[in-house]
């Protein structure tokens, strides 16, 4: 990773800052095709603090907030997969969208549902055309993400999870 990456995995404001004044690479990433907004949202998600600066700093220094890794996870993914309301709302309200899909078919609605945390969810809120009049076939008290299968990931996405392993071979029996 480069040093503009790694700054913006640490939280480190003020490189970050240095940096983008010298013309860091607004488009680099890392080997996993992490952007560097990606690293901040990960590195915010995995404080304690609810410090949103570096975030904003790299979004008004023209960062895309719907780039997408090698996974195709995007900001908003990670954001939705810690529940950090203020992180999801900073996001959406930059343009990241809700809609776009990783490469398992797994939305930032899935991500928030599928680790509990349903205030995130309801922020990350889609609508589903039905072409097909689903609402004629599923059962009135079944919740729509229940029967369409939004709620069960993939079990390649749970291999992919901060589940510990032990844990893992307990879910995916």
Request: charged residues 15%; glycine residues 6%; hydrophobic residues 40%.
């Amino acid at each position: 990773m480069s040093l503009f990456l790694c700054a913006c995995l640490s939280g480190s404001h003020e490189l970050v800052r240095k940096l983008i004044k010298k013309g860091a690479d607004m488009q680099v990433r890392s080997a996993a095709g992490d952007s560097a907004l990606y690293l901040a949202v990960y590195g915010c998600t995995c404080s304690h603090q609810t410090d949103l600066s570096l975030v904003r700093i790299l979004i008004d220094a023209g960062c895309d907030v719907n780039a997408a890794n090698d996974r195709g996870n995007t900001p908003l993914h990670q954001a939705a997969m810690s529940g950090n309301i203020p992180l999801i709302k900073l996001l959406l309200k930059h343009g990241a969208d809700p809609y776009i899909a990783n490469s398992a078919n797994i939305l930032p609605i899935d991500c928030a549902t599928n680790t509990g945390h349903l205030v995130a969810a309801k922020l990350l809120r889609i609508n589903i055309s039905a072409p097909h009049q689903v609402w004629d076939v599923v059962e009135p008290h079944t919740p729509l993400k229940v029967t369409l299968g939004f709620m069960t990931p993939s079990k390649h996405h749970l291999a992919d999870s901060s589940f510990s392993q032990k844990r893992l071979m307990f879910h995916s029996c």
